[in-house]
């Protein structure tokens, strides 16, 4: 087992007993202090470790990675150094932050400059996202989607189960959590009305996400296969895909969705990465019929990530609404990059590819409001006596991801956004 992943490992930073990043994740992100610049930066428990300030005083002068990678303000460039260098610089840090070795340790005064509350910080967008595909991979909502529009007995359309489904997005709308969404406008049309109208969405919708981060770029022409598809993704993040239902309703025929899903994503700011999921790796959904021979695979490549989505009203306390997992996705993420790639669509470092909403097989694992109030006919009462068909104005959306196995728990921390009234 690689030292990162010893579960049994321990940092002399203090870890509490459910944090999201015990030292065996490791994750990768960018931040900022009060008057600084961003620089790249990992998390250990609630600290945040500056990694530019690291290379700077000669704690990775051994792994031959130049210390400017470190100071840029945005992870791509430090990504495409590659995957064995990447594991190289993880066991670095995971070395130097091991509870027996003093290296920084006995140093507090070198320790100011590295080590920072996490609560201090502003955490930025960790990659600049230049591409972003969103696919549609999860059985479940898909049959729901297509039990609540059209016609129950055939909710799939013919070529589901034969390709993971999925549409180009707006790359320049992503952004992190913390970050709030006014509601959009657009058009939508009443079932009932001759015309269409404008103005501000009536159905704001979270959607529970997950999204991989490529961290290798092919030429154009060149095909990624199932077999190679993960030594070109660096990591995941969580991903809120929000969504306008009802401007999507009118205007997705023939092209797909618009305006009710370019207004707004947000990510979490740490990319865990695949070598931290590893020990989570579990089989994912039989897959009938056969898929073809360039969509298949051999091992596991779904992950055991816990998904929870909450709901807070305005000076109310968080209400749980959601609690599904990344292991129902039908399509793994292997799929979704050799599909994304078997034409011939050349990839860069941070384009993003989001997993389509989760949803499971159970009433509390429906991964959005859609699903969850079944098109608005069975509202979700909150704490404070209030009903939900949709997300309301000043309403946060927090989703949290974990895994836990075997004494060891790797998480992604949240992904929080409040929607704010429409502009006017």
């Known amino acids: 087992m690689a030292k990162e992943t010893d579960v049994y490992m321990k940092s002399w930073i203090e870890v509490s007993g459910n944090s999201d990043f015990?030292?065996?994740?490791?994750?990768?992100?960018?931040?900022?202090t009060p008057g600084g610049p961003a620089r790249a930066a990992t998390r250990i428990g609630d600290t945040v470790v500056d990694l530019h300030a690291m290379a700077m005083k000669g704690f990775f002068d051994g792994l031959n990675i130049d210390h400017d990678l470190f100071g840029r303000d945005t992870l791509n460039a430090l990504i495409a150094i590659g995957k064995p260098a990447g594991r190289a610089l993880r066991l670095r840090i995971a070395e130097i932050f091991e509870q027996s070795n003093p290296e920084l340790r006995d140093h507090p005064g070198i320790q100011k400059d590295i080590l920072f509350p996490a609560g201090s910080v502003q955490?930025?967008?960790p990659v600049h996202v230049g591409d972003y595909t969103?696919?549609?991979?999860?059985?479940?909502?898909?049959?729901?989607?297509?039990?609540m529009?059209?016609?129950p007995a055939n909710a799939l359309l013919p070529n589901w189960k034969h390709i993971p489904v999925g549409y180009h997005g707006r790359s320049s709308s992503i952004v992190v959590s913390g970050t709030n969404i006014h509601r959009p406008k657009g058009q939508t049309k009443a079932d009932t009305a001759?015309?269409?109208?404008?103005?501000?969405?009536?159905?704001?919708?979270?959607e529970l996400e997950m999204a991989f981060?490529?961290?290798?770029?092919t030429e154009l022409g060149q095909s990624v296969s199932t077999e190679d598809a993960e030594d070109h993704i660096f990591g995941m993040v969580l991903f809120n895909d929000l969504s306008a239902r009802d401007i999507q309703k009118w205007e997705y025929v023939p092209l797909g969705p618009f305006l009710a899903k370019n207004f707004g994503s947000v990510i979490s700011p740490w990319i865990v990465t695949l070598d931290a999921l590893e020990p989570f790796r579990v089989p994912?959904?039989?897959?009938?019929?056969?898929?073809?021979?360039?969509?298949?695979?051999?091992?596991?490549?779904?992950?055991?990530v816990q998904l929870d989505v909450l709901i807070q009203p305005e000076n109310q306390p968080e209400q749980l609404v959601c609690h599904s997992n990344y292991k129902y996705m039908y399509w793994n993420l292997?799929?979704?990059?050799?599909?994304?790639?078997?034409?011939?669509?050349?990839?860069?470092?941070?384009?993003?590819?989001?997993?389509?909403?989760?949803?499971?097989?159970?009433?509390?694992?429906?991964?959005?409001?859609?699903?969850?109030?079944?098109k608005g006919t069975r509202p979700v009462k909150m704490a404070d006596g209030s009903e939900r068909k949709f997300i309301n104005d000043n309403d946060t959306i927090i989703m949290r991801g974990y895994c836990i196995k075997d004494n060891l728990r790797i998480g992604f921390g949240e992904v929080k956004t409040k929607i704010l009234p429409a502009t006017s």
């Open 194 to 206: 001759e015309f269409p109208e404008f103005g501000p969405s009536r159905q704001v919708d979270f």
């Open 284 to 304: 994912g959904p039989t897959q009938e019929p056969t898929v073809l021979s360039y969509l298949r695979t051999e091992g596991d490549h779904n992950f055991d």
């Open 134 to 147: 969103d696919f549609y991979s999860s059985i479940e909502h898909a049959t729901n989607v297509g039990i």
């Open 213 to 217: 981060i490529t961290g290798r770029k």
């Open 22 to 32: 015990p030292l065996q994740n490791i994750p990768f992100g960018i931040f900022k």
């Open 149 to 151: 529009f059209r016609d």
């Open 334 to 374: 292997a799929q979704q990059l050799a599909h994304q790639t078997v034409n011939g669509c050349n990839i860069n470092v941070g384009d993003m590819y989001g997993s389509g909403t989760i949803s499971g097989p159970t009433p509390d694992s429906l991964g959005s409001m859609l699903e969850i109030a079944w």
């Open 123 to 125: 955490m930025q967008m």
